[in-house]
Nanobody
Framework: QVQLVESGGGLVQPGGSLRLSCTASRSIFTIYAMGWYRQAPGKQRELVAVMSSGDRLNYADSVKGRFTISRDNAKNTVYLQMNSLKPEDTAVYYC????????????WGQGTQVTVSS
């Protein structure tokens, strides 16, 4: 079992920045991948950024060059630094953790609202 606690969402002006945090209830060394998804009203949840075993990274095309995923192993925490925010980034952002032993299973945080508006 993995519990995820998110923080850092809020209201920001276009062009501004936010940093989201996600803390896991156990060592992230035991987790295959951690990442961030987002969901806007009426739309599917989509991948934003993911960090998997071996420090492999994957970003959605829409956020490349603006968002950065990173981790602090000692704190069991993954971050999403969001710069140059646009109104279309407005969504609920969810932390995700994937384990692969004994079977593939996904865990989700409660979500944090990010609103980009002037």
């Amino acid at each position: 079992q993995v519990q995820l606690v998110e923080s850092g969402g809020g209201l920001v002006q276009p062009g501004g920045s936010l940093r989201l945090s996600c803390t896991a209830s156990r060592s992230i060394f035991t987790i295959y991948a951690m990442g961030w998804y987002r969901q806007a009203p009426g739309k599917q949840r989509e991948l934003v950024a993911v960090m998997s075993s071996g420090d492999r990274l994957n970003y959605a095309d829409s956020v490349k060059g603006r968002f950065t995923i990173s981790r602090d192993n000692a704190k069991n925490t993954v971050y999403l630094q969001m710069n140059s925010l646009k109104p279309e980034d407005t969504a609920v952002y969810y932390c995700n953790a994937a384990v692969v032993s004994p079977t593939r299973r996904d865990y989700w945080g409660q979500g944090t609202q990010v609103t980009v508006s002037s």
